[in-house]
């Protein structure tokens, strides 16, 4: 073999580096069982907030070393493979949007004191009560000013059109009203879209119904203040010119000598003021008094001969502070009668991070902004950028690269022609990122924002850009922890299964190709292994979508192994000689080998590039074990095998065994003659289920429908698995169990009664989650949630919550399913020259995707209900995968049996090719199945309807690519003339 040593080189870089970055996620599960034993009390309940304090306070510190170099477990987590939401559970946030700068900016933001107070009014009230901000707001307005229409203060310039001083009340709180809606569904989509960009996978984020707030589940994080840096910020990026420190010299002396000056003759004034009673201050203030006379005695500025703006300075060229400094500058800064000395057009604004110093103290730099007068409006905003990404700068230092629209072009053109020498600085939420030196006159929109950024803070920087800026301030008003949806039981039934399965496969392939199986074996450790250590390099989370991929490239790596040990037998049968029989079996498999491949890569490239959530997290795992194992199954093996066979013609390497000798090596059995009977069995069944879907419905889970979630509390630690697997049979609609906070608090939501939203419907819902649970678990329901006793359950909250699988996120994966098909057919024709392959194929992925939803509606009549959610499409994608790969093997035999003898006798070449490639294809589909049966019946009722799933998709794409596939394309054929009809006849 040639090139071997590159290969076996290329072996050893990708396992060190695999093993490498697996040994970040085994010192990190090392890290969360010390977590979780510290945060676990006698009765064995675990307090996830106690167990998030115990990784927050080691969060920088050292946990890891390798070689002489230390990690943080920081650096450990950014650097571990992770699991998915429903495989680890995660973070639970729900934001609230505030309707209040809206309102506000609807109405032009008026000097009205009335209107001012009654928005205010409203803010409050609504902290308490359940009614709509805009009627809190209404009644509010009402009570303020009685006789007073809305006109008066909606019928502005901006809302002429629309809002005119005719316009009622009523019309004017309905266009409020669908402001706020619009606000609210627009903040939706940009925190999804940040939330895909944060670099989890497949998230939850879901709208609360009939409220401005949004729930959002993130899995495994473990930075909660990153967190909130992203569903929070408003990215209000702003350009502005910089004073220099020279220009603005003198307003800060003066402010020194001001306050010099005051704290000289009015020392026992200013005491009196700090010590009001506090029985006149809000509780707010009363906290910030007692903070502040606390802070006194470190107080740098308490010493009457230190200036505070330049006595603290670190540089007399530049505002530069000690970060420790800076809360004493904002202290003067924040009271106007100094603040009023600066100049009008001067605002003063920190940067956004701290400058580390040789000397190990941290700098924060003021920046002195240039406004112009009469307004506060920058000279260019943020609304021009049109795109961002995280990039390098020229001394290589993470930076980004922005990109603006026409109008933003002009006046940066404008802005940096004006400035040459001079800083322009870059403005996020008040905040300076950077403050650079114009060169030259930047002539396009293309521009780059670079800094005292790390990798991470350069791509979150990025991905708030370009999704845009809120239209309105949101604000989490919830946070805890929350667990896996499968749970842990759940999760462990499934991996034994696999194990189990996969110890089967070993055994069956060692029993049919003796050595060669070993060598199938070795490549398909190596395939899982590499797909682990990638993912774990690409810092990607494994969801059960992503097991399915897994399954799919377990399934294609065998059978790549299973071409090429069958070719090998044909030739040895032939009497070729050992040596030449392993190079043949290689190049003869290696085109059908390639085209499988590269048809499947192809669709999980696409299904990536334009889908969302599950579709998503199935494409990557999809595509990287795509890579892998066509390198460890071609590659790998071919060394391992020309090592074995070093000794030529007489080694001891074989590729059957007795027992399978000759097994499926001379079949003649005429497929063909039977595809009608095919056609009409196919959509026989398909029919039946689908009709049986139209009449009685499919089984929708509630990602897909959203419903009614409950927080419950017990006593004692509660199975999430076992209460669902139990709910299951108490309710008609889908439910979902998962822990909460701790794991004797369990959050169980339900698509019951999920279209009626009356009270009456609430009052069943409710009534039944609570007899359900109390059947499932014989403890009784308990109003008294503080004193529960061993025997009770109590309800502690509940809301109404929308589909996680939004309608933009089916019409992406249908639209990314599309495009798959269309890429699938034009490959097709390009390898195989004729557009009936092209279209056999399209037509045989439509038939195996309708036998499924069929297959699942026919189960449900049947009395077996198995779940349509987030899983099932995963599913299906898997069973795609798996029918293309097969169809494809079996076109390439027939092209090349095409090529060896043209196509006289049309049906005898396709039928021959089918007969040479059912060996393969019936090992393929069977060590596959091994794997999804023993998960089918030994995994849990949890992953019951996912295993299902797959296990009627890999027999359908079994079937579909010998009875649908190659016979449409025959019959295409001789629709075309190629072949006539009478050659069809039962072959001898």
């Not at 069956?508 to 060598?519: I, Q």
């Not at 279209?839 to 939803?853: C, E, K, N, P, R």
């Not at 994608?877 to 790969?885: A, D, E, K, M």
């Amino acid at each position: 073999m040639q090139n071997k040593g590159v290969i076996v080189f290329l072996t050893v870089i990708i396992t060190g580096l695999c093993l490498y970055y697996l040994s970040f996620t085994f010192v990190s599960n090392g890290v969360k069982e010390e977590a979780q034993a510290y945060a676990t009390d006698s009765s064995g309940n675990v307090d996830f907030a106690k167990r998030r304090s115990y990784l927050d306070s080691i969060w920088r510190q050292p946990v890891y070393n390798f070689l002489g170099t230390d990690f943080t477990y920081q650096e450990v987590k950014e650097t571990e493979l992770g699991l998915g939401l429903d495989l680890q559970g995660g973070m639970h946030v729900t934001l609230a949007v505030s309707p209040v700068e809206i309102v506000k900016g609807l109405a032009g933001n008026p000097k009205d004191e009335a209107f001012n107070a009654a928005v205010e009014d409203a803010r409050e009230e609504a902290k308490t009560s359940n009614e709509k901000y805009i009627d809190l707001f209404y009644a509010a307005f009402q009570e303020r000013k009685p006789d007073t229409n809305l006109s008066s203060i909606f019928a502005t310039a901006a809302n002429r059109g629309r809002i005119s001083l005719e316009s009622s009340d009523a019309e004017i709180l309905e266009i409020i009203d669908s402001e706020i809606e619009n606000a609210i569904d627009r903040s939706f989509n940009i925190l999804r879209t940040r939330i895909d960009r944060f670099g989890t996978s497949q998230p939850n984020i879901q709208r609360i119904q009939g409220s401005g707030r949004i729930q959002i589940e993130l899995p495994g994080v473990d930075n909660q203040e990153r967190v909130r840096n992203l569903l929070q910020g408003v990215a209000k990026l702003q350009f502005w010119e910089v004073a220099e420190f020279n220009e603005i010299g003198g307003s800060l002396e003066a402010i020194n000598s001001a306050w010099v000056a005051d704290r000289a003759s009015e020392p026992e004034e200013e005491e009196a003021v700090s010590e009001e009673s506090d029985e006149e201050l809000s509780e707010e203030d009363s906290l910030i008094n007692a903070l502040e006379k606390q802070l006194e005695e470190i107080d740098p500025i308490q010493n009457n001969s230190i200036s505070p703006l330049l006595g603290l300075m670190k540089t007399n060229l530049g505002m530069v502070y000690d970060i420790k400094d800076t809360m004493a500058v904002n202290r003067v800064l924040k009271q106007e009668k100094y603040s009023r000395i600066l100049p009008r057009d001067i605002k003063l604004l920190w940067a956004v991070k701290p400058v580390i110093a040789d000397d190990g103290s941290e700098n924060l730099e003021l920046y002195a902004i240039k406004m112009r007068r009469g307004t506060d409006e920058a000279p260019l905003e943020g609304d021009v950028v049109t795109d961002a990404r995280q990039a390098l700068d020229q001394t290589s230092r993470p930076a980004v690269s922005m990109q603006m629209n026409s109008e933003g072009a002009r006046k940066w053109r404008k802005i940096t022609s004006e400035n040459i020498g001079r800083r322009v600085a870059v403005v996020l939420d008040d905040y300076v990122y950077t403050a650079p030196v114009v060169n030259g006159e930047i002539p396009n929109g293309s521009s780059e924002i670079s800094g005292n950024f790390t990798l991470q803070e350069a791509q979150d920087l990025a991905n708030i850009l370009k999704s845009g800026s809120l239209p309105a301030p949101t604000q989490i008003v919830e946070e805890s922890i929350i667990g896996p949806t499968l749970g842990k039981e759940a999760l462990n039934q499934g991996l034994i299964s696999m194990v189990a399965g996969l110890v089967i496969v070993v055994l069956f392939m060692v029993a049919y190709y003796a050595k060669g199986g070993l060598v199938a074996i070795s490549a398909l450790v190596f395939n899982i292994f590499f797909i682990l250590g990638i993912l774990a390099q690409l810092s990607a989370a494994l969801t059960l979508p992503g097991i399915a991929g897994i399954v799919l490239t377990i399934g294609m790596s065998i059978d790549a192994n299973v071409l090429i040990f069958e070719r090998i037998k044909e030739e040895l049968r032939n009497g070729v000689g050992l040596l030449q029989a392993i190079s043949a079996g290689y190049d003869k498999a290696f085109s059908a080998i390639l085209d499988s491949n590269v048809t499947t890569f192809l669709t999980g490239a696409i299904l990536y590039a334009l889908g969302q959530g599950p579709v998503k997290g199935f494409a990557i795992v999809l595509m990287i074990g795509i890579a892998s194992s066509f390198f460890s199954a071609v590659f790998i093996t071919r060394v391992i095998v020309s090592w074995m066979s070093k000794k030529g013609n007489q080694s001891k390497i074989s590729f059957e065994t007795p027992l399978a000798k000759n097994v499926l090596s001379k079949l003649n059995i005429d497929f063909l003659s039977k595809r009608r009977i095919a056609y009409m069995t196919s959509t026989a069944i398909i029919v039946v289920g689908l009709g049986i879907a139209a009449i009685n419905g499919l089984k929708f889970g509630v990602d897909f429908t959203g419903g009614r979630s409950y927080i419950v509390e017990f006593s004692q630690p509660m199975s999430a698995s076992e209460l669902k697997v139990g709910l299951d049979g108490e309710f008609d609609g889908s439910v979902e169990v998962k822990t909460y906070g701790a794991n004797n608090v369990l959050k169980v939501t339900t698509s019951y009664l999920i279209n009626e939203d009356d009270a009456e419907s609430n009052l069943e819902v409710e009534t039944k989650v609570k007899e359900g649970i109390a059947n499932v678990t014989g403890l009784a329901f308990t109003t008294d949630a503080a004193g529960l006793t061993d025997t009770e359950f109590a309800i502690t909250g509940s809301s109404k919550v929308g589909a996680t699988v939004a309608d933009d996120i089916k019409a992406s994966s249908g639209e990314a399913m599309i495009v798959a098909l269309i890429a699938i057919f034009l490959y097709i024709l390009l390898r195989f020259r004729k557009w009936q392959f092209s279209l056999g194929s399209i037509i045989a992925l439509i038939h195996d995707t309708a036998f499924v939803v069929a297959a699942f509606a026919i189960a449900s009549a049947l009395g077996a209900t198995f779940e349509i959610d987030q899983v099932f499409i995963a599913a299906v994608l898997t069973v795609i995968g798996y029918s293309i790969n097969d169809t494809v093997i079996v076109f390439d035999r027939i092209r090349e049996n095409i090529d060896a003898r043209g196509t006289h006798n049309l049906i005898k070449v396709f039928n021959d090719a089918i007969n040479q490639t059912l060996g393969r294809t019936l090992i393929t589909s069977f060590t596959t199945l091994i794997v999804v049966i023993v998960l089918f019946l030994f995994g849990g009722e949890v992953l019951r309807g996912f295993s299902y799933a797959l296990l009627v998709g890999i027999l359908v794409g079994t079937y579909s690519s010998v009875f649908i596939a190659t016979p449409i394309v025959v019959d295409l054929l001789q629709k075309k003339g190629e072949e006539p009809a009478k050659t069809e006849k039962k072959l001898a």
